[in-house]
Antibody
C-alpha cells in the first residue's frame, strides 16, 4: 500500500521560505502516469492545489502561487519537496502531499502537516 | 475563491439520504470528469468517487456520483454517524490550468 509522509518545520518566520518534504513508501516514485502534488488547507477552510511534479521533473503550479513555489523530486530518495518563498500569515495551513493521475484524481494523501507563519 | 460551488452544509437523520451539488462551468465540470473526497475531522481527504461515478475499491455503494452539464452531484444513502465529514468535489479547470476543488460541504447526521 502506497504511503506518503510529510516532514519539515512547523513554524516559519514571515518573509522566509517554507520547506517541506514528502517521503513515499510502498511504491515507485518514478515512472507510470502519476503525478506528485502538494495541496494545502488553511484551518477551517477548503483545499487549495499548490502544484504537481512528474517523475521526469516536469512541473506545473497554480497561477496564484507560481511566482513563489518550487516543487522538486529526488527519485533516489523516493522523495519530493515543496519550497514556498516569502511566506506570510496567509500561508498558514495544513500542507498535504498527494499522488494523482493524469486525470484530476487524487488517490493517495499524506496525513498532512500544519505550518504556522510567525516571528 | 473557488470556481466550484457547493452548499456549505447538508443534514439528515441516520438511515436517510443526502445529495451534495457541485456547480461549475464549461471550463471545468462541463469538460473534465469530477472526483469527490471525504474528509473526516482531523484527517486527510480520501477519494470517494472518480471519473464522475466510479468508486475506488473499498468504498461502499451507499456513495454515488453523477454529472450533468456543468454540475455534479454526490449522493449518500443510508446515512451513518461515521459519514459526518466535509465533502469536496474536484476537477481540472482548462482556463485556470489548475486543479480546483469545491468550497466544501459539511454533512451532519442529526
Amino acid at each position: 500500500q502506497l504511503q506518503l509522509q510529510e516532514s519539515g518545520p512547523g513554524l516559519v518566520k514571515p518573509s522566509e521560505t517554507l520547506s517541506l518534504a514528502c517521503s513515499v513508501s510502498g511504491g515507485f516514485i518514478s515512472g507510470d502516469d502519476y503525478y506528485w502534488a502538494w495541496v494545502r488547507q488553511p484551518p477551517g477552510k477548503g483545499l487549495e492545489w499548490i502544484g504537481s511534479i512528474y517523475y521526469t521533473g516536469s512541473t506545473y503550479y497554480t497561477p496564484s502561487l507560481k511566482s513563489r513555489v518550487t516543487i522538486s523530486m529526488d527519485t533516489s530518495k523516493t522523495q519530493f519537496s515543496l519550497k514556498l518563498s516569502s511566506v506570510s500569515a496567509a500561508d498558514r495551513a495544513v500542507y498535504y502531499c498527494a499522488r494523482h493521475r493524469t486525470e484530476p484524481v487524487f488517490e493517495y494523501w499524506g496525513q498532512g502537516t500544519l505550518v504556522t507563519v510567525s516571528s | 475563491q473557488s470556481v466550484l460551488t457547493q452548499p456549505p452544509s447538508v443534514s439528515a437523520a441516520p438511515g436517510q439520504g443526502v445529495t451534495i451539488s457541485c456547480s461549475g462551468s464549461t471550463s471545468n465540470i462541463g469538460t473534465i470528469s469530477v472526483s469527490w473526497y471525504q474528509q473526516l475531522p482531523g484527517t486527510a481527504p480520501k477519494l470517494l468517487i472518480f471519473e464522475n461515478n466510479k468508486r475506488p475499491s473499498g468504498i461502499p455503494d451507499r456513495f454515488s456520483g453523477s454529472k450533468s452539464g456543468t454540475s455534479a452531484t454526490l449522493g449518500i444513502t443510508r446515512l451513518q454517524t461515521g459519514d459526518e465529514a466535509d465533502y469536496y468535489c474536484g476537477t481540472w479547470d482548462t482556463i485556470l490550468s489548475a486543479h480546483v476543488f469545491g468550497t466544501g460541504t459539511k454533512v451532519t447526521v442529526l
